[in-house]
Antibody, heavy 119, light 108 residues
């Protein structure tokens, strides 16, 4: 089955860290560009970060630059999001999503994992 | 930063046509993608590159793009089409993915 399974969400205090994982199956993971997209409660979609198939380019939204790090392990068909210096405004459901390249559509989404930042 | 503007809500009667707009500077030449999202679910692609329907998406869904506006059209609307709809582009200048603000479609 073609799918992305997201994990690692939870409740963290402001200033803390969390690492999200997204495991892929059923397709050629190594050739895909991977993204993280988040959605704060009751709001719209916000792109967070992307990493290309060969790690040749990595880009971040301005709101997370310098605090979040995206990485991938093609051998494990997984993409990760290391989140440091977390803020209350980082509270959201985090989705991973694949695409062929940056101008292509997000064609497969994970189920999402909830991250709550609260003291 | 690049901004895509959508109407917050669109209401439509069953069987009628819903049109959802997405406005952005010089949007016409860009590859616009559309997603629907139902409550508690992940988004799902319904139109790619402005007008292409992925496999499994009904022909009732169509897209167009001209000037500064992209439009998602849902013909013969059904109750199951009730969802939030988002447009999206890749902004090569800022190397950012950009989502529209989202439109809640209500079937009356």
């Amino acid at each position: 089955e073609v799918q992305l399974v997201t994990s690692g969400g939870g409740l963290v205090k402001p200033g803390g860290s969390l690492r999200l994982s997204c495991a892929a199956s059923g397709f050629t993971f190594g050739g895909s560009t991977l993204n993280w997209v988040r959605q704060a409660p009751g709001t719209g979609l916000e792109w967070v970060a992307l990493i290309s198939s060969g790690n040749s380019y990595i880009h971040y939204a301005d709101s997370v630059k310098g605090r979040f790090t995206i990485s991938r392990d093609n051998a494990k068909s997984s993409v990760y999001l290391q989140m440091d210096s977390l803020r209350v405004e980082d509270t959201a459901v985090y989705y991973c999503a694949t695409m062929n390249g940056p101008g292509d559509p997000f064609d497969l989404w994970g189920q999402g994992t909830m991250v709550t930042i609260s003291s | 930063s690049y901004v895509l503007t959508q109407p917050p809500s669109v209401s439509v009667a069953p069987g009628k046509t819903a049109r959802i707009t997405c406005e952005g500077n010089n949007l016409g030449p860009q590859a616009v993608h559309w997603y629907l999202q139902k409550p508690g679910q992940a988004p799902m692609l319904v139109i790619s590159y402005g007008r292409d329907r992925p496999s499994g998406i009904p022909e009732r869904f169509s897209g167009s793009n001209s000037g500064n506006t992209a439009t998602l059209t849902i013909s013969r609307v059904e109750p199951g089409d009730e969802a939030d709809y988002y447009c999206q582009v890749w902004n090569s200048s800022s190397v950012h993915q950009v989502f529209g603000s989202g439109t809640a479609v209500t079937v009356l």
